[in-house]
């Protein structure tokens, strides 16, 4: 399989507090399409960072970052926003649902965005993509009629509607129970399958490392050889 690499990060580097701390340092990284991966390391180790950087949700100091072909350093800030909304769904810890809209209208808010949707079109996909994380009949719910594990398959849900080539996930187990965590895990493994996508995650949840295909383990913004 020579497939072109989803995500290309190349001899990224990244540091705060006007360079005392440097979060990444030096990563290069292809990740293959159809990819389970995850970040893995001790808290503090640069995980957040470097997924942040890969789905354009901060700048690099050095180095490149190219997603689904595009050379995110090359883009202007709009083609940026766009490539952000339409090609990388976003799992995070503590789940990011609107609370005021429905499940529902959480997972049909990333079409809103995009062109040549239709009230009706949005709809039907939210219903689908719900049925598909096994939320069937729970669309009318608000965030908070529904379990910690029901709001991230929602979550999962939003992230997948648009068909997006890649899933960035950070610590998407972090709050849920054992078998809770267990069982979103998988469905991120079979939507992966079914829907064709990439997911990289940080996370250092044992039942995740268990169940990816790869692990890169980070150290101190360095992934170790
Ligand atoms: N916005 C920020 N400002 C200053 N330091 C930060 C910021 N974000 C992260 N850091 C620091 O960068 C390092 C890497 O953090 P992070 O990427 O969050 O690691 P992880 O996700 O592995 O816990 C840590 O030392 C952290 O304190
Ligand atoms: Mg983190």
Redesign the pocket.
């Known amino acids: 399989m020579n497939a072109e690499p989803v995500v290309r990060v190349h001899e990224l580097s990244k540091s705060?507090?006007q360079g005392r701390?440097q979060?990444v340092r030096g990563v290069s990284l292809d990740v293959s399409p159809g990819a389970f991966l995850a970040l893995a390391?001790?808290?503090?180790?640069?995980?957040?960072?470097?997924l942040n950087l890969i789905g354009a949700l901060d700048v690099p100091d050095e180095g490149e970052v190219t997603v689904a072909g595009g050379r995110l350093a090359e883009l202007s800030e709009k083609q940026r926003t766009r490539l952000r909304r339409q090609r990388i769904g976003f799992v995070f810890q503590q789940f990011n649902l609107v609370p005021v809209l429905t499940a529902a209208e959480n997972v049909s808010l990333p079409l809103e965005i995009l062109p040549g949707t239709t009230r009706e079109s949005r709809r039907r996909a939210a219903v689908e993509m719900l049925q598909r994380v096994g939320l069937e009949g729970l669309g009318d719910r608000l965030p908070s009629q529904l379990s910690g594990g029901q709001q991230q398959r929602v979550a999962v849900a939003r992230a997948l509607v648009k068909n997006p080539p890649l899933v960035l996930a950070d610590e998407p187990t972090a709050n849920l129970d054992g078998a809770t965590g267990i069982a979103l895990i998988d469905l991120m493994n079979r939507m992966r399958t079914d829907q064709d996508v990439s997911f990289v995650f940080?996370s250092h949840d044992p039942r995740v490392l268990d169940r990816v295909d790869t692990v890169v383990e980070?150290v101190d913004?360095c992934i170790r050889q």
């Not at 390391?41 to 470097?50: A, D, E, V």
Request: proline share 6%; glycine share 24%; aromatic share 6%.
């Open positions: 705060y507090n701390v979060a390391g001790p808290s503090g180790s640069g995980k957040t960072t470097l940080a980070m913004g």
